[in-house]
Protein backbone atom coordinates (compact mmCIF):
# COMPACT_ATOMS: atom_id res chain seq x y z
CA UNK A 1 0.00 0.00 0.00
CA UNK A 2 1.04 3.92 -0.72
CA UNK A 3 1.84 6.29 1.34
CA UNK A 4 -0.88 8.12 -0.27
CA UNK A 5 -3.18 5.41 1.47
CA UNK A 6 -2.13 5.60 4.99
CA UNK A 7 -4.52 7.79 6.67
CA UNK A 8 -7.10 5.92 4.68
CA UNK A 9 -5.35 2.68 7.17
CA UNK A 10 -5.60 4.99 9.98
CA UNK A 11 -8.98 5.73 9.80
CA UNK A 12 -9.84 2.18 9.34
CA UNK A 13 -7.26 1.10 12.15
CA UNK A 14 -9.44 3.37 14.51
CA UNK A 15 -12.94 1.28 13.13
CA UNK A 16 -13.93 -0.50 16.69
CA UNK A 17 -16.13 -3.26 15.05
CA UNK A 18 -12.34 -3.98 12.57
CA UNK A 19 -10.55 -3.67 16.04
CA UNK A 20 -12.29 -5.98 17.11
CA UNK A 21 -12.57 -8.29 14.92
CA UNK A 22 -9.33 -7.72 12.81
CA UNK A 23 -10.53 -6.77 9.88
CA UNK A 24 -7.42 -5.40 7.66
CA UNK A 25 -6.73 -3.82 4.58
CA UNK A 26 -5.04 -6.14 2.57
CA UNK A 27 -4.61 -3.64 -0.60
CA UNK A 28 -6.14 -0.47 -1.60
CA UNK A 29 -5.52 1.63 -5.28
CA UNK A 30 -7.67 3.80 -6.80
CA UNK A 31 -10.06 1.64 -8.87
CA UNK A 32 -9.73 -1.47 -5.59
CA UNK A 33 -9.96 -2.38 -1.89
CA UNK A 34 -9.61 -5.68 -0.20
CA UNK A 35 -10.51 -6.14 3.62
CA UNK A 36 -9.60 -9.47 4.88
CA UNK A 37 -10.38 -11.52 8.41
CA UNK A 38 -9.15 -14.76 10.25
CA UNK A 39 -12.42 -16.57 11.49
CA UNK A 40 -12.50 -16.72 15.33
CA UNK A 41 -14.99 -18.46 17.18
CA UNK A 42 -16.02 -14.82 18.72
CA UNK A 43 -17.13 -14.68 14.63
CA UNK A 44 -19.68 -17.33 14.61
CA UNK A 45 -23.13 -17.55 14.91
CA UNK A 46 -25.10 -20.47 16.59
CA UNK A 47 -25.02 -21.94 13.23
CA UNK A 48 -21.31 -22.78 14.24
CA UNK A 49 -20.78 -20.18 10.45
CA UNK A 50 -19.49 -16.56 10.27
CA UNK A 51 -21.89 -14.30 11.12
CA UNK A 52 -23.76 -12.47 8.52
CA UNK A 53 -23.32 -9.22 10.09
CA UNK A 54 -19.74 -9.55 9.86
CA UNK A 55 -20.35 -10.13 6.15
CA UNK A 56 -21.96 -6.76 6.02
CA UNK A 57 -19.67 -5.15 7.93
CA UNK A 58 -16.76 -6.63 5.58
CA UNK A 59 -18.70 -4.91 2.71
CA UNK A 60 -19.31 -2.15 3.73
CA UNK A 61 -15.92 -0.97 5.51
CA UNK A 62 -14.16 -2.73 1.85
CA UNK A 63 -16.74 -0.50 -0.08
CA UNK A 64 -16.05 2.71 2.43
CA UNK A 65 -12.54 2.46 2.34
CA UNK A 66 -12.30 2.65 -1.34
CA UNK A 67 -15.15 5.32 -1.43
CA UNK A 68 -12.85 7.74 0.04
CA UNK A 69 -9.58 7.34 -1.64
CA UNK A 70 -10.82 10.60 -3.76
CA UNK A 71 -10.41 12.33 -0.51
CA UNK A 72 -13.49 13.14 0.50
CA UNK A 73 -15.55 12.03 3.03
CA UNK A 74 -18.56 9.86 2.08
CA UNK A 75 -21.34 8.36 4.29
CA UNK A 76 -23.02 4.83 3.22
CA UNK A 77 -26.87 5.66 1.54
CA UNK A 78 -28.01 2.22 1.31
CA UNK A 79 -25.79 -1.46 0.88
CA UNK A 80 -27.53 -5.06 -0.14
CA UNK A 81 -25.88 -7.77 0.04
CA UNK A 82 -26.65 -11.58 -1.01
CA UNK A 83 -25.40 -14.69 0.59
CA UNK A 84 -24.43 -17.74 -1.63
CA UNK A 85 -22.45 -19.60 0.63
CA UNK A 86 -20.75 -19.64 4.71
CA UNK A 87 -17.52 -20.88 6.10
CA UNK A 88 -16.73 -21.86 9.80
CA UNK A 89 -12.94 -21.56 9.42
CA UNK A 90 -10.02 -19.43 7.53
CA UNK A 91 -9.71 -16.15 5.92
CA UNK A 92 -12.23 -14.68 4.17
CA UNK A 93 -11.72 -11.15 1.82
CA UNK A 94 -13.98 -8.10 0.63
CA UNK A 95 -13.21 -7.33 -2.21
CA UNK A 96 -14.73 -4.00 -3.57
CA UNK A 97 -14.59 -2.12 -6.98
CA UNK A 98 -15.80 0.96 -8.37
CA UNK A 99 -18.99 0.89 -10.82
CA UNK A 100 -19.84 4.45 -10.69
CA UNK A 101 -17.96 7.69 -9.16
CA UNK A 102 -19.75 10.97 -9.34
CA UNK A 103 -19.91 14.25 -8.15
CA UNK A 104 -22.05 13.42 -5.11
CA UNK A 105 -22.64 9.55 -5.35
CA UNK A 106 -20.49 6.56 -6.06
CA UNK A 107 -21.51 2.70 -6.11
CA UNK A 108 -19.32 -0.04 -5.36
CA UNK A 109 -19.98 -3.47 -5.95
CA UNK A 110 -18.37 -5.86 -3.12
CA UNK A 111 -17.62 -10.12 -3.89
CA UNK A 112 -16.80 -11.81 -0.35
CA UNK A 113 -14.40 -14.83 -0.80
CA UNK A 114 -13.09 -17.78 1.25
CA UNK A 115 -9.35 -18.80 0.79
CA UNK A 116 -10.00 -21.23 -2.12
CA UNK A 117 -11.95 -18.26 -3.87
CA UNK A 118 -15.05 -19.40 -3.40
CA UNK A 119 -17.84 -16.53 -3.96
CA UNK A 120 -19.62 -16.70 -0.57
CA UNK A 121 -21.92 -13.07 -1.14
CA UNK A 122 -21.77 -10.58 -3.36
CA UNK A 123 -23.51 -7.29 -3.37
CA UNK A 124 -23.82 -2.73 -3.98
CA UNK A 125 -23.22 0.10 -1.69
CA UNK A 126 -24.24 3.33 -2.62
CA UNK A 127 -22.25 6.56 -0.61
CA UNK A 128 -22.89 9.93 -0.43
CA UNK A 129 -20.34 12.41 -0.33
CA UNK A 130 -20.48 14.68 2.34
CA UNK A 131 -17.67 16.77 1.67
CA UNK A 132 -13.85 17.13 1.74
CA UNK A 133 -12.10 14.59 4.34
CA UNK A 134 -11.22 16.38 8.14
CA UNK A 135 -7.18 15.39 7.92
Not at 21 to 41: A, F, H, N, Q
Not at 77 to 102: C, D, I, P, Q, Y
Not at 107 to 114: F, Q
Amino acid sequence: MTDKYQDLKKLNDRDNIAGHYGMEIESLCETRCVISMKIRDDCLNYHGTLHGALYYAMADMSSGVLAHVDGRSHVTLSGELNFMKTVSEGTVRAVSEFEHSGRKTSVLSVHIYDDNDTLLASGNYTFYCVGEKKR
